[in-house]
């Protein structure tokens, strides 16, 4: 392998000279510029580095850094649970919504190739040609090879955001090729999940200071439609990154409700780890007090620990209510997954890639 400098990317922020890395969330609280990676499972990372600075990007340097990519073939992708296995999972949710002991689970799989023989992978030129073919408000890249963190997001979703004591969380839920195509089931599943980060935030946030600016929003991304909600609150003095980590993760959006009963369904049914996908990916600046946390979805990371050549992962998922249809729901999955897989497989047009 390649001795890969350590290194995070968000938009035209580049952080290089690596200073320290902790999994202490109460670092975020002192002093510089950090990146962070939280596992769903909860393994936490905090890079702080030396140098950040703002880059112009340009079309013609980012397409020269995605040069350097060389994906997975199209055909080389596995998941952790077929089809049967998936819409079965759905059913099972179902039949426990329909008992009352869940409202709204998160069902998740993961997708994974090997890369090609003899590559030597920069996880950087995957964030670039996602640059190019799927551009996200919160696409990241972190690569810190010797601490097992190599991470390229093209998330549409913010976790969580800091501008002093003013926290922000934006979740979606609710996907559709087109505006004509949300189903019913689409706003009520988000107005759930709304009225659960609103619990999360409350938790640390001042009393009567939570507000949802925004409800059930229309946000178009390349391919797909989503519906996005906001809300907003002042943390209390006492509360610092630790505790309100604490209170918002996993974020709501990627779990259920309640919470604690989804977590344990999303256990007993899901046969892989999720990783870095549906976890948390972003930026702290502890000097200027301000933060952008996305939801590790749309995220892609590389597993050099399975033997041999390194692998590519990838998760997508569907949030299942009792509205849900087990082939409308995987195809949900199938949706979400398409236009990230085609980029990372190298066959997309939009990349700026030769197709194969």
């Known amino acids: 392998m390649r001795d890969l400098a350590p290194m995070a990317r968000f938009g035209a922020l580049v952080a290089s000279d690596l200073r320290d890395v902790t999994s202490d969330a109460g670092a975020l609280d002192s002093a510089g510029f950090w990146a962070v990676a939280v596992d769903f499972e909860g393994r936490t990372v905090c890079a702080r580095f030396g140098d950040v600075r703002r ?34 999972g759905v059913r099972t949710i179902r039949r426990r919504i329909a008992t009352g002991e869940v409202y709204q689970v998160n069902l998740c799989r993961v997708l994974a190739a090997t890369l090609p023989a003899g590559t030597d992978p920069d996880i950087d030129a995957l964030g670039a040609a996602l640059a190019l073919g799927n551009p996200a408000p919160y696409a990241g890249t972190i690569r810190l090879p010797a601490h097992g963190v190599e991470i390229a997001t093209a998330s549409p979703e913010l976790f969580l955001s800091r501008d002093g004591r003013t926290v922000e969380s934006r979740p979606i839920k609710g996907t559709a090729r087109t505006v004509d195509a949300f189903l019913p089931k689409d706003e009520a599943e988000n107005v759930m999940i709304v009225d659960l980060v609103r619990n999360d935030l409350g938790r640390v946030c001042a009393t009567g200071s939570v507000t949802v600016p925004a409800l059930c929003a229309v946000e178009a991304h390349p391919g797909l439609v989503h519906l996005v909600s906001t809300v907003r609150g002042e943390l209390r003095p006492e509360a610092g990154w630790p505790q309100l980590l604490a209170a918002a993760f996993p974020p709501g959006s990627v779990t259920g409700a309640p919470k604690s009963t989804a977590l344990r369904v999303i256990g007993e049914l899901e046969t892989a780890p999720r990783g870095p996908y549906c976890g948390a990916v972003g930026w702290v600046d502890a000097d200027r007090g301000t933060a952008a946390l996305a939801v590790g979805i749309r995220t892609f990371w590389i597993d050099r620990d399975a033997g041999g050549d390194p692998e590519l992962r990838f998760g997508t998922g569907a949030g299942i209510t009792w509205g849900s249809d087990p082939a409308g729901e995987w195809a949900e999955t199938e949706l979400k997954a398409a236009r990230l897989l085609a980029v990372a497989s190298d066959v997309h047009e939009a990349s700026g890639r030769t197709l194969r």
């Open 55 to 88: 880059v112009p990007q340009d079309a013609a340097g980012t397409a020269a850094r995605a040069a350097g990519w060389r994906g997975p073939h199209p055909a080389a992708w596995t998941s952790s649970m077929d089809r049967q296995a998936y819409e079965a």
